[in-house]
């Protein structure tokens, strides 16, 4: 199970692309809704999350966490207990956590990239409270996965995909998006 997080103000594209990367590998896929099952993204577009943030379940068939960024969509998410109760179980349970744009920083200043090599949307480095930041668009560190920001998001999504399921089923949905 691999859950993606939305709050008021996420990232339209950060968020969309990784779920449906992930849906074309027959992964299953949530999208919760943090700030009320209806999310409106930084952008105006309204989505109905699947369930609720108080409906989440944190047991050993969830496998991944997913933080899209944007503004204030990541202030949302850091402010949300649930979501911050998410990353404890998936942390302290060697279960893997994606962030990308500003969101690294939520798991920054909780200090889990001490240590790690991670990458976020410029001006956000200072909040990787002790990461080795890096250049690249997405960057996997152990059980942590950093995406830049939204021109990153789908290479973003073809790295879960190919931790999650496998390399050739994210090359066949790459092929089969015409991505180079």
Do not use: W
Request: glycine letters at 12%; a negative charge.
């Amino acid at each position: 199970m691999v859950y993606v997080f939305l709050a008021d103000g996420f990232e339209d594209i950060e968020a969309l692309a990784p779920i449906d990367i992930l849906r074309r590998a027959n992964v299953e896929v949530k999208t919760v809704g943090v700030t009320g099952k209806e999310v409106t993204s930084g952008h105006g577009v309204t989505v109905t999350a699947d369930i609720s943030v108080s409906d989440i379940k944190l047991d050993s068939d969830l496998e991944l966490i997913v933080l899209p960024g944007g503004m204030p969509g990541t202030l949302n998410l850091e402010a949300n207990a649930g979501v911050q109760k998410a990353i404890d179980f998936c942390a302290a349970n060697d279960k893997y956590i994606a962030a990308i744009c500003a969101a690294p920083s939520i798991l920054g200043h909780k200090g889990l990239l001490k240590g790690k090599k991670a990458v976020c949307f410029p001006g956000f480095e200072k909040d990787l409270i002790g990461a080795e930041t890096c250049s690249d668009l997405v960057v996997k560190d152990g059980k942590f996965i950093t995406g830049k920001g939204s021109g990153a998001c789908i290479e973003f999504g073809l790295k879960l995909a190919e931790i999650l399921v496998s390399a050739d089923a994210a090359l066949k949905i790459k092929a089969g998006m015409q991505c180079k």
